[in-house]
């Protein structure tokens, strides 16, 4: 089956770790985001990219890095530099057509102690 | 720059109650439209969207949402709700020409007995 598939669903780090969410999708897309959710506060775009080896920052990008070294894959690391990283996150993709919906992983829960 | 603000954090209504959930956008180029709907701890899905045409998108389960251009609204309704319509809804606009996806802060759809 095609989509888009985020590990681990829950992640528990200690304060001060760097730790890296993973998102794959097999559904051939170009353009693949990072959003972080808190409660009230919706979706805020960190990180996307449109194509290989190329990624934009968001508007909330400080304390966190992507790559993007394949078509399948968007790592996001959320860094100790991060001041507030307990939150959910959803990776999406989407097709090149800016008519296209995006498709959503199941999401990250990310609790840091 | 694009921005999405719904105006309501919270909705309850009782069950077979119409429901409208609004949304409001500014963007100084043409947008495509999109609503979605997140149930507890998972992953957004695609509930309608708007591209181009006729102005009123429906879902198959009994939502629509109608695109006024003049207002820059893309309010969602629905004649009567079931209790299994409790969730998230997210408003989403993409700009023509880019790869950006900009959410709304979402509403949350309370179903009462």
């Known amino acids: 089956d095609g989509g888009i598939t985020q590990s681990p669903k829950y992640l528990f780090r200690k304060e001060g770790q760097n730790v890296t969410l993973s998102c794959e999708q097999n559904l051939n897309h170009d353009a693949m985001y990072w959003y972080r959710q808190d409660p009230g506060q919706g979706l805020r775009l960190i990180y996307y990219s449109q194509i290989v080896n190329d990624f934009q920052k968001g508007d909330i990008a400080e304390g966190y890095s992507v790559s993007r070294e394949k078509k399948e894959s968007f790592p996001l690391t959320v860094t100790s530099a991060q001041k507030n990283p307990t939150a959910f996150y959803l990776c999406?993709?989407?097709?090149?057509?800016?008519?296209?919906?995006?498709?959503f992983g199941q999401g990250t829960r990310l609790t840091v102690v | 720059a694009q921005s999405v603000t719904q105006l309501d954090s919270q909705v309850p209504v009782f069950e077979e109650a119409p429901v409208e959930l609004r949304c409001n956008y500014s963007s100084s180029v043409s947008v495509y439209l999109f609503w979605y709907v997140q149930y507890p701890n998972q992953g957004l899905q695609l509930l309608l969207k708007y591209l181009s045409g006729s102005t009123l998108v429906e879902s198959i389960n009994g939502f629509e949402a109608e695109f006024n251009k003049s207002q820059t609204s893309f309010h969602l309704r629905k004649p009567s709700v079931h209790i299994s319509d409790t969730a998230e809804y997210f408003c989403a606009v993409s700009p023509q020409g880019a790869q950006k996806l900009v959410f709304g802060q979402g509403t949350r759809l309370t179903i009462n007995p």
């Open positions: 999406a993709s989407r097709g090149r057509r800016q008519n296209t919906e995006a498709f």
